[in-house]
């Protein structure tokens, strides 16, 4: 146990040193500044090019949600995230242990030896398709839902909206997306931070209040006509529709693409909104009252 907390303690420790070296240096691949970049670059088109006219660029919970942005993203995502990954690491490597193993051992492919353009083209398709899959977890394992219903309270969409979700979805996100990486291991960390900021940033649009769909790309990527239908509050079936976190293609291939028409005006949220906490305390033990009421 203490060589557990030991990592746990290192790794935030390690972070605190990995923080003020993003803030005090510049590169490309630098996680502070790259996140606000994006999120300032579509929030400025959201105020150039806006979809809902009417709707004002502090738009309902815009704090809320630009809260969310530095717990979800830096506090939690890069914390506690980054203590639960190397511990579950060597957890599974004790385990393991005892039978002669390790998680290298179940790798299959090695990502290093190809060219570096296929590792990073592969390594963005299984971790697209494999969140895709999750995210209807999300919707379909009532106990999963009661987490992801933070990220559904929106009721005015914008850029922001991005950033509002449950702390455990990440740990489920994450912890689901190991198997498949440690199968299919090799990917380097220039690979991960391009994939992870193009995810943002496509994120970011599909939140934004902009009526954009890019034309025939649609049925690739993931957009903004699009994705306002995943948080419509009324839709044909039980658990949802348009689950694609990057792409679309996934919800195309397994016919679960849903846009009736242009749903610029639609209702947002779920049925039963009206008594989900608006706050953020309350959002986050939402689903621990639940479980006792239930």
């Known amino acids: ?3 557990y907390l030991e990592i746990i303690k290192n790794s935030y420790s390690g972070y605190f040193n990995y923080l003020v070296s993003e803030i005090t240096s510049f590169h490309w691949e630098n996680y502070f500044y790259g996140l606000l970049l994006i999120s300032f670059a579509v929030w400025g ?21 630009t809260f969310y942005l530095f717990f979800n993203f830096f506090l939690l995502n890069l914390i506690a995230l980054i203590a639960l990954s190397n511990t579950a690491e060597m957890f599974f490597n004790d385990l393991l242990g005892t039978a002669g ?5 179940f790798q299959l492919v090695d990502m290093s030896i190809l060219p570096w353009w296929l ?5 963005f398709i299984v971790a697209d398709f494999v969140q895709w899959g999750t995210h209807i977890l999300l919707h379909r394992v009532p106990f999963l839902w009661n987490f992801h219903k933070t990220h559904h ?9 991005h950033f509002r979700y449950h702390w455990m979805e990440p740990v489920v996100y994450k912890s689901i997306l190991y198997v498949p990486i440690a199968i299919i291991g090799g990917f380097n960390i220039e690979a991960v931070a391009i994939v992870h900021f193009f995810n943002i940033t496509i994120g970011h649009l599909n939140h934004a209040n902009i009526g954009w769909d890019y034309g ?18 009324k839709i044909p079936n039980n658990y949802g529709v348009n689950f694609g976190i990057t792409l679309s293609i996934w919800d195309y291939i397994f016919k679960t ?10 209702e947002l949220g779920f049925y039963g909104d009206e008594t989900f906490p608006k ?3 309350q959002q986050e033990i939402y689903p621990l009252n639940e479980k006792k009421e239930s």
């Open 216 to 233: 025939p790309f649609k049925y690739i990527f993931n957009n903004p006509k699009m994705h306002i239908w995943h948080h419509s509050k």
């Open 101 to 105: 193993l390790s998680v290298q051992s």
């Open 1 to 3: 146990m203490d060589k």
């Open 279 to 281: 706050n953020f305390i």
């Open 257 to 266: 693409n849903y846009i009736p028409f242009d749903g610029r005006d639609i």
């Open 119 to 123: 590792s990073l083209f592969i390594f």
């Open 45 to 65: 088109l959201e105020i150039l090019f806006p979809w809902r006219k009417n709707q004002k660029i502090f738009r309902k919970d815009f704090w809320l949600d």
């Open 153 to 161: 309270s929106v009721k005015e969409m914008g850029f922001a909206a």
